[in-house]
């Protein structure tokens, strides 16, 4: 039999959980684009983005996925032939390091493999031996999706500053904006990349890219930036068709609003604590069940773990059949393990992520893990019974 019927949680993680809020705000007939509402609730969602980014200075929205905010901010800052530094600890640093590579850009890659996070000092001193400033950015990624590893990007850019080293630093922060704390101007950030439908909740299909007036200075350094990546237009438009390159994406600009009308109502702080709490209470769960048998978080050390996504390593081929049990009997569609193992090995079953950003609360999390030792009972993984209970413990003590 199954019990999946009623509220189920997509928890892949991303696209994530959309808000009734912002289903219904995009339910309706297609609004005109050349005069009314649509036109003139652009400021306002504009500001709303800059909001939850923590800056000041531009953004520009694209019709894309998160591929194609790779694309957009590379195509605004660096020439083919120029070099960019990539630290990776994870699937997405190689995939932004894959678009660059693409489009003609030498791309020199540190891996730093997938249960770390980013060695600052190795970087540093890829930054010192750089004496003629080949190096023209620095693409980091704040929460890598597929390793549940969270970078600190500020200390990355103390760390670029101590070498004096020019690099424009760019973070990918598409599985992070609206979940973990991320302050882009006051950590000196020049380029961020985000999507629509992770943190921000609502379906994929717009990128965004946000760039102070360092990038926009390497900007005009460039030699052929198209009409349709150049970011100038976009982020000051003189006419409504030029924040889109032509027709806007209606419905999701109708369904963005509302989401960012509910960061703003519950404002950005709270929202970094909602995510911060909810992590520690899956950790505790996890930790706890793995404190008797093989079953683990990827990232071993808290400090370095996301507060959106939750990589991890089960010890056996079992978290396919977990995922499977979640899904089909309980309504709950965890992630499958990304970049761990390839496609088609054995160990490709071993790995699974559990995605918890945007519209989650206690109760969601509290109801997943507790399917999630159901699972666990029910395709014979071990594990120390009870994790359900640490992280009550954890949403008790803190909510
Ligand atoms: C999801 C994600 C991407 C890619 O986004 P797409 O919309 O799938 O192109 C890039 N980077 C990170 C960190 C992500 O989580």
């Known amino acids: 039999m199954t019990l999946a019927n009623g509220l189920t949680y997509l928890a892949i993680p991303g696209p994530s959980v959309m808000p009734a809020r912002v289903l219904q705000a995009m339910h309706r007939a297609a609004p005109n684009i050349y005069a009314g509402e649509l036109i003139e609730m652009m400021p306002e969602l504009i500001t709303g983005l800059k909001y939850v980014a923590r800056t000041k200075h531009n953004a520009a929205i694209y019709i894309v996925n998160g591929h194609g905010t790779w694309e957009a901010a590379l195509a605004n800052t660096i020439n083919p032939g120029e070099t960019v530094l990539v630290p990776a600890t994870g699937r997405f640093a190689h995939g932004w390091a894959e678009m660059a590579n693409r489009l003609g850009i030498k791309v020199e890659l540190i891996d730093f493999g997938k249960r770390d996070t980013n060695d600052l000092a ?11 400033g080949k190096f023209k950015a620095v693409l980091a990624v704040h929460t890598d999706t597929s390793t549940g590893i969270r970078n600190d990007i500020a200390a990355l850019r103390r760390t670029i500053d101590a070498t004096g080293h020019s690099a424009l630093l760019m ?16 950590w000196g950030v020049d380029v961020m990349v985000a999507g629509s439908q992770k943190g921000l909740m609502t379906p994929p299909g717009m990128g965004f890219v946000f760039f102070n007036d360092k990038a926009d200075a390497a900007r005009e350094a460039i030699s052929r930036v198209s009409h349709y990546w150049d970011w100038r237009p976009r982020a000051n438009p003189a006419m409504f068709y030029e924040y889109f390159a032509g027709t806007a994406p209606t419905h999701h600009l109708y369904g963005l609003r509302e989401a960012l009308k509910m960061i703003k109502e519950e404002t950005i702080e709270a929202v970094w604590v909602r995510h911060a709490t909810l992590a520690e209470a899956i950790w505790a769960a996890f930790d706890h069940w793995g404190s008797d048998g093989p079953l683990e978080v990827n990232a071993v050390d808290p400090a370095i773990r996301s507060h959106s996504v939750t990589a991890l390593r089960v010890g056996s081929d079992k978290a396919s059949a977990l995922r499977d049990w979640c899904e089909t009997k309980a309504g709950l569609t965890l992630g499958i393990g990304l970049g761990m193992a390839e496609p088609g090995a054995p160990e490709w079953h071993n790995f699974f992520r559990l995605g918890h950003m945007g519209h989650v609360n206690a109760q969601m999390i509290l109801g997943a893990l507790a399917t999630i030792e159901a699972g666990l009972i029910a395709v014979d993984i071990p594990h120390a019974s009870g994790g359900v209970v640490k992280a009550a413990k954890v949403i008790a003590e803190k909510a």
């Open 122 to 132: 190795a970087i540093e001193a890829r930054l010192r031996a750089d004496d003629a």
């Open 171 to 186: 973070a990918d922060c598409m599985a992070s904006l609206g979940c973990d704390r991320f302050e882009m101007d006051d």
